[in-house]
C-alpha cells in the first residue's frame, strides 16, 4: 500500500483559496477606506464573494489617481498606448478559461464567445490609437496665408458607469475611452462586479501605467452622483445606468462644470462599434501658424 | 500735425422700421404677448426700434412651424437643392454687405472697419462654406446616409450678431434641419435683416423663425419639447442653465461659452507682430470676444520691452464713434456690461493690480470704456480669473515653458491659447500642451468658415466650422 | 550712441551676433498691420493737409539712361512750382539725379530751396569696388549734391558679409562731406522682412542718415509692409541710441492713395515726429501729378483732367 493513498483516504478534500475582491486604484489594490463589503450572489441565489463597496472618498481617490496619470498616458505615443491595449488583449486571452469560468449564469460555451468577443474587441480598439488622428483631424483649407491644422485630443479623466455585461461591456466601454489618451474610473456592474477586478489584474501585468483604469465595485447609485458633480472629472459614461432618474440627475450635476456626458443607450455588445465611443471623448484642437518667409 | 478728420460711414444704407413682429413659418406675425424690446444704439444711446418680446406661446408657433417645414419641405429636400438656397442667401448677403455692416456697427458699436471687413464677410463666407457640404454629406465621414436632427432651436450672443447667426443657421440648413433662431436681446436687428433675406432667396416657410425676445424667450425655446437640438453661445453660467435645463431630454446640446485666453509671448517673439496680436487679441471688437486674449503671459525677461511696445501702440487706438471708419474701439455694447467692465477692473485695482490706460478721451453719451491694461497681476486675482469680455487687458509673467503652460491652463476655460515665439518646435511642444479648442500661433483672432472653433472644459463642447461642425446638426 | 552700440560694429562676429539678435518679423503679420493701415480713411481736411505734406516730401526724380540737362532743367521747373496756375502747391523737397547731371540740377535750383540729391556708389547695382563708389559719391558732393543716395551692396549682405556692407556705408558717409547720405537697401532684393530689419540697423548703425527702400530698377519695390518695418527700425533706433534717422519708400508710389497710406504707416508707427520732409521723402516721378490733380479736385469740387498738368 503505497503513502499515497492512505493519506487519500485520511485527508479531507483540499480547500480552495478564495480571491479577497478589492478596489483597483492608481495600479493598486486597496480596499474600500470605508471598510465596507456587499455580497455578490450568482443568478441563481447563491454567495459568490463579498465585494468591495466603495464610498465616495474612493471615487474621490479614483479620481485623483486617474488626473495624475493624464499627463503621462495622453503624453505617451499612439504607438505605445496601441501596444498596451494589445497587451492587455493577449493576456485576456492568456486567462480565457478563468474569465469564462466567472461569467456567472452563462453556459460555458456561450461564455467563452464572450471572452474572445472582448479580447477582439480590445484588438479592434489597440488599432485605432494611431488612427483616429488621422481620421479625425483635418488640414483645414482657410481662407488666408495660415497653416491650419485639427487634432483629437484626449477630454481627460473620464467617468465611466459600465454596463451589466460584465466582461464585453465592460471593455467595450473601458477601450474607446483610455485608447485615445483619457484616464478613466470605472463603476462596475453592480450586479456582476467580480469580473471587473479580474480584469483589474489584467490591466496591472500589461505595461498599463498605475491609474489610467481605476475600477470601483459598489452601488451604482451611491457612487454616480459623485462622479458626476466632481468638478475635476471632465466627462461621463452613464451607459450603464439604467434607472432613467438616476441619469437625468447625474446628466444634470454634469452640467456644473459642463462635462462631456455619453448618455445611456441599448447597445448590442456583440456588435461592431463605431467611432462614437472615442469620439464623445475627444476634444478638437485647432492650431493656426502663418506662412511667410 | 496730421489729424484724420472725421469719416463717418453713412447711415442711408439702412431702412430700421420702428417696430419688428416675429420672423415665423415665413411671415411677419405679431406677437401673442404685449410687451416689447427697444433696441439702442449703444453709441448714443438712440433708440433705434423695438422689437417684440416673445413668449412662450410664440416660440410654440415657431417650433411648430420650423417642426411642420422640416417633416413637409426641408427634410426632404436634395441636398442639392439645400445647398442652392444657401448660395443664393450667401450672394444676398455680399449684395448687401454695406447694409448690413452698418445695421450691425448701428446696433451692436462695433467699429464699422470691424463689420465690414470681418463680420460680413465671414457671414457671407460660412454660408458659401456650408453650401457646398449639404450636397456631399456623404463624404464628411459620418456614415453613408447621415440623417439631420430635426428642429434646432439656437441662441445666440450679441457679440457678434450675424455672425453667430450664420454660425449657427448655416451648418444646421445644410446638415437638413430647420431653425428656430433668437437673437440676443440688445442686437436683434441684424437677425430680422437675415429673416428678410430668407425671404428674397425665396427659403421655404418655417426653415428659419427668428424669434426676438429676452432670457425667458431663449429659456422656452431650449426646454420646447419638440426641438431636437439645442445650440447655444454666451456665457458659460447660462450655458450651464441650458445643460441642466436638457439633461434627461435627450435633447442634442452644443455649447461654446466664456474663455480667459492666455497669450504667451516669449522673448524671442517677432516683437512688432506679438503687440498687434495681442492688441488685436483684446482690444478687436472692444474685447467683447469669448476668445479674446484676455491674460496676457509674458516671458519675464521680455516684459518691460513688450509692455512699453505695448504702451506706445495702445496710445495709437482710435476709439469714438463706431460708423467712423477710422474708430478702432468702438462703445460697449450696454450699460448692463459696461457695469460689469467697471466693476471687475475696480476690483483688479483693490487687489492690487496696475492699471493704465492711454489719455483717450470718451464721448459723453453711449457706454464707453478706454484700452485698459493691467500689469502685476497675479494667478489669484479676479482679473485674471473671470472673464471681463471687455477692452481690458490682464499681464502676468512667467520665466519657463512649463510655468507658461501651467498657467494657461489654471483656469476652468479652455477656449483659445496664442503664442509668440520664433522656435517652431518650442510653438508645437506648446501646442501640445495647452488645453484649448484653438491655439493661434504667431497670430491671434483668426476665424474662417473651414476652421473648427470651440473649447475645452468650461468653455462648452462641440466644435463650429469645419467638416467638424457637421457633427452638431447630424445624428451621428 | 550707447556703448553697446559702438561695439557692435567692432568685428564680424559682434556685428552679426547683434543683427541677428534682433527680434524677428513675421511677414504675414507686417503685411496685415500694413493693410490695416491702408484701410484708414483721410477725408476733407486731413486729406488737404495731407495731399500738401506729400508734395514737400517728394524727390522727383529722373533716373534713366537717356537723361539731359534739358530733361533735368525741365523736372527742377516743375520741383520748384510743381502747378505754375496755383502758387499755394509747395515745392518739392528735392530732386534726384544721376551725379553726371547734378551741376545742372544745381544751378537750375540754386535759391530755391530744393534739394538736390544723387544717387552714388555704381547705381542700381552697385557692383564696384570702394574706391569707385568713394569716387562717385566725391563727383556728386563736389558737384553740389546736398544728398547722395546709395546703394548697399546687397551681394555682400546676402552672403552674411556684413562688415563689408557696413564698411562701405561708412566709407561714403565719409566721403559725402556736409552731405545728407540716404542709404538704398534695395528690399526687393533681400526677399525677407528680417532682412530688411537688419539691412535697416546695419545702415543705420554705419551712419546713415536715411534709409531708403529701393532704388526703382528693381521690382517689389517700395512696398506698404516694408517701408512699415523701416518706420519700426528708425523708431527703434531714435529709442535706442537718440539719433533720428529719415525713411524714404522710392519706386512704385504712384498716387495720392499710395502716398496718403504712407503717411499713415509714419503717423501710426515712427509718430508725428516723422512727419516733415527732414525726415520722410517720397521717392516718385509720376506721383506728383496724381498729388496735384487729386489737389485741384479738392479745391475746386470737381474732378481734375491730365491735361491741365505739366508733364515735366
Not at chain 2, 491694461?373 to 481690458?392: L, Y
Not at chain 3, 574706391?131 to 556728386?140: C, N, P, R, Y
Not at chain 3, 539719433?243 to 519708400?249: E, I, S, T
Amino acid at each position: 500500500m503505497s503513502r499515497a493513498s492512505r493519506g487519500d483516504a485520511e485527508r479531507p478534500a483540499r480547500l480552495s483559496v478564495r480571491k479577497t475582491y478589492k478596489l483597483f486604484i492608481g495600479g493598486a489594490f486597496p480596499r474600500s477606506e470605508s471598510g465596507r463589503a456587499y455580497a455578490v450572489s450568482s443568478t441563481k441565489g447563491d454567495f459568490l464573494a463579498n465585494a468591495s463597496r466603495a464610498s465616495r472618498k474612493d471615487a474621490r481617490d479614483a479620481v485623483a489617481a486617474a488626473r495624475k496619470a493624464f499627463p503621462g498616458w495622453s503624453g505617451a505615443t499612439p504607438y505605445n498606448r496601441g501596444q498596451i491595449l494589445y497587451r492587455v488583449a493577449e493576456m485576456l486571452e492568456g486567462r480565457r478559461a478563468q474569465f469564462a469560468a466567472e461569467l456567472d449564469g452563462v453556459p460555458s460555451k456561450k461564455a467563452g464567445e464572450l471572452v474572445d468577443a472582448a479580447v477582439d474587441r480590445l484588438v479592434w480598439y489597440a488599432g485605432w490609437s494611431d488612427k483616429i488622428g488621422a481620421v479625425r483631424g483635418a488640414a483645414n483649407p482657410v481662407a488666408g496665408p495660415y497653416f491650419n491644422l485639427s487634432s483629437p485630443e484626449p477630454t481627460g479623466v473620464v467617468a465611466v458607469i459600465a454596463p451589466d455585461e460584465p466582461l464585453l461591456g465592460l471593455v467595450s466601454v473601458i477601450a474607446p475611452a483610455i485608447v485615445t489618451g483619457n484616464t478613466c474610473v470605472v463603476v462596475a456592474s453592480e450586479r456582476a462586479p467580480l469580473p471587473s477586478i479580474t480584469l483589474a489584474e489584467v490591466l496591472a501585468t500589461s505595461d498599463l501605467p498605475g491609474g489610467v483604469v481605476n475600477i470601483l465595485t459598489g452601488f451604482t447609485g451611491e457612487l454616480a452622483p459623485w462622479l458626476a458633480s466632481h468638478m475635476d472629472v471632465n466627462a461621463i459614461d452613464l451607459t450603464g445606468v439604467t434607472d432613467p432618474d438616476l441619469a437625468r440627475r447625474c446628466e444634470g450635476d454634469a452640467a456644473e462644470n459642463l462635462k462631456r456626458v455619453l448618455r445611456p443607450k441599448p447597445s448590442d455588445w456583440s456588435e461592431e462599434p463605431d467611432l462614437t465611443r472615442m469620439t464623445a471623448f475627444l476634444e478638437t484642437k485647432t492650431v493656426w501658424h502663418p506662412i511667410g518667409v | 500735425m496730421f489729424e484724420y478728420a472725421p469719416a463717418p460711414e453713412s447711415r442711408d444704407v439702412v431702412d430700421i422700421k420702428p417696430s419688428y413682429d416675429l420672423f415665423i413659418n415665413g411671415e411677419w406675425v405679431e406677437s401673442l404677448g404685449y410687451e416689447r424690446i427697444k433696441t439702442v444704439d449703444p453709441a448714443s444711446e438712440e433708440i433705434l426700434s423695438e422689437v417684440a418680446h416673445a413668449t412662450e406661446a410664440d416660440v410654440d408657433r415657431a417650433v411648430q412651424a420650423a417642426r411642420k417645414a422640416y417633416d413637409e419641405v426641408w427634410g426632404v429636400l436634395p441636398g442639392r437643392e439645400r445647398a442652392k438656397y444657401l448660395f443664393r442667401i450667401a450672394r444676398i448677403i455680399q449684395e448687401r454687405a454695406r447694409e448690413l455692416a452698418v445695421l450691425e456697427t448701428l446696433d451692436n458699436g462695433k467699429p464699422i472697419r470691424e463689420s465690414r471687413d470681418v463680420d460680413i464677410p465671414l457671414v457671407a463666407a460660412h454660408f458659401f462654406y456650408y453650401a457646398g457640404w449639404a450636397d456631399k454629406l456623404k463624404y464628411a465621414g459620418f456614415g453613408e446616409r447621415p440623417r439631420p436632427l430635426g428642429v434646432a432651436a439656437q441662441v445666440i450672443p450679441w457679440n457678434f450678431p450675424l455672425l453667430m447667426l450664420a454660425w449657427k443657421i448655416a451648418p444646421a440648413l445644410a446638415c437638413g434641419n430647420t431653425v428656430v433662431l433668437k437673437p440676443a436681446e440688445t442686437t436683434p436687428l441684424t437677425a430680422l435683416a437675415f429673416a428678410e433675406i430668407c425671404r428674397q432667396a425665396d427659403l421655404p416657410p418655417g426653415v428659419v423663425n427668428i424669434v426676438t425676445g429676452a432670457g425667458d424667450t431663449g429659456s422656452a425655446l431650449v426646454r420646447h419639447p419638440d426641438v431636437d437640438k439645442v445650440a447655444f453661445t454666451g456665457s458659460t453660467e447660462v450655458g450651464r442653465l441650458i445643460a441642466r435645463q436638457v439633461a434627461g431630454t435627450g435633447k442634442r446640446l452644443t455649447l461654446e461659452l466664456g474663455g480667459k485666453a492666455a497669450n504667451i509671448v516669449f522673448d524671442d517673439a517677432a516683437v512688432d507682430q506679438a503687440v498687434e496680436g495681442i492688441v488685436n487679441g483684446i482690444f478687436f471688437n472692444q474685447g467683447h470676444v469669448c476668445c479674446a486674449g484676455s491674460r496676457l503671459l509674458v516671458q519675464e525677461s521680455a516684459a518691460t520691452a513688450v509692455l512699453d511696445a505695448l504702451k506706445r501702440r495702445m496710445a495709437t487706438l482710435r476709439l469714438g464713434d463706431p460708423l467712423d471708419k477710422n474708430t478702432d474701439i468702438g462703445a460697449i455694447n450696454s450699460a448692463a456690461q459696461l457695469a460689469k467692465i467697471r466693476e471687475l477692473s475696480d476690483a483688479g485695482e483693490a487687489e492690487g493690480a496696475e492699471r493704465w490706460a492711454p489719455a483717450c478721451p470718451l464721448p459723453e453719451r453711449g457706454y464707453w470704456f478706454p484700452p485698459t491694461v493691467f500689469t502685476g497681476v497675479a494667478q489669484s486675482h479676479r482679473i485674471a480669473r473671470e472673464e471681463i469680455f471687455g477692452p481690458v487687458l490682464s499681464v502676468l509673467t512667467f520665466r519657463t515653458p512649463a510655468e507658461a503652460v501651467e498657467k494657461a491652463n489654471n483656469t476652468p476655460y479652455g477656449l483659445s491659447a496664442g503664442i509668440w515665439t520664433e522656435k517652431g518646435s518650442r510653438i508645437l511642444w506648446m501646442a501640445d500642451r495647452l488645453r484649448a479648442g484653438v491655439v493661434w500661433a504667431n497670430t491671434f483672432n483668426r476665424f474662417d468658415p473651414a476652421s473648427p472653433f470651440g473649447g475645452y472644459k468650461e468653455s462648452g463642447y462641440g466644435r463650429e466650422g469645419g467638416v467638424h461642425g457637421l457633427e452638431a446638426y447630424l445624428d451621428v | 550712441m550707447t556703448t553697446s552700440l559702438v561695439d557692435v560694429a567692432s568685428s564680424d562676429a559682434t556685428l552679426r551676433g547683434f543683427l541677428h539678435g534682433l527680434p524677428g518679423v513675421d511677414r504675414v503679420g507686417a503685411d496685415q498691420r500694413a493693410a490695416a493701415l491702408a484701410t484708414r480713411s483721410i477725408k476733407t481736411a486731413a486729406k488737404a493737409h495731407a495731399i500738401d505734406l506729400a508734395i514737400s516730401m517728394v524727390d522727383l526724380t529722373t533716373l534713366e539712361g537717356a537723361d539731359t540737362p534739358g530733361k533735368v532743367r525741365a523736372m527742377c521747373a516743375k520741383a520748384v512750382h510743381p502747378d505754375p496756375t496755383d502758387p499755394s502747391v509747395p515745392r518739392v523737397a528735392a530732386v534726384c539725379v544721376y551725379p553726371d547731371l547734378v551741376a545742372d540740377a544745381v544751378r537750375a535750383l540754386s535759391g530755391s530751396g530744393v534739394k538736390v540729391a544723387s544717387v552714388a556708389t555704381a547705381f542700381p547695382s552697385g557692383r564696384s569696388s570702394l574706391e569707385v563708389k568713394v569716387a562717385d559719391t566725391a563727383l556728386a558732393v563736389a558737384a553740389g549734391a546736398d544728398e547722395i543716395d546709395m546703394v548697399i551692396d546687397r551681394g555682400a549682405f546676402l552672403a552674411g558679409d556684413y562688415r563689408t556692407v557696413y564698411e562701405q556705408v561708412a566709407a561714403v558717409k565719409a566721403a559725402c562731406g556736409a552731405a545728407h547720405l540716404k542709404v538704398i537697401l534695395e528690399t526687393g532684393e533681400l526677399a525677407t522682412y528680417d532682412n530688411v530689419r537688419r539691412a535697416s540697423w546695419l545702415a543705420m548703425l554705419a551712419g546713415a542718415d536715411f534709409i531708403k527702400t529701393s532704388t526703382g530698377k528693381v521690382s517689389p519695390a517700395a512696398t506698404l509692409p516694408v517701408t512699415l518695418i523701416m518706420l519700426e527700425a528708425v523708431r527703434d533706433f531714435r529709442e535706442r541710441t537718440g539719433r533720428v534717422v529719415g525713411v524714404k519708400p522710392a519706386g512704385g508710389i504712384r498716387t495720392t492713395k499710395d502716398a496718403i497710406k504712407n503717411l499713415v504707416l509714419v503717423k501710426e508707427t515712427a509718430g508725428e515726429d516723422w512727419l516733415t520732409p527732414d525726415r520722410f521723402r517720397l521717392g516718385a516721378s509720376s506721383l506728383l501729378n496724381d498729388l496735384l490733380m487729386q489737389r485741384q479736385k479738392l479745391t475746386s469740387g470737381r474732378y481734375a483732367g491730365p491735361d491741365y498738368f505739366t508733364v515735366d
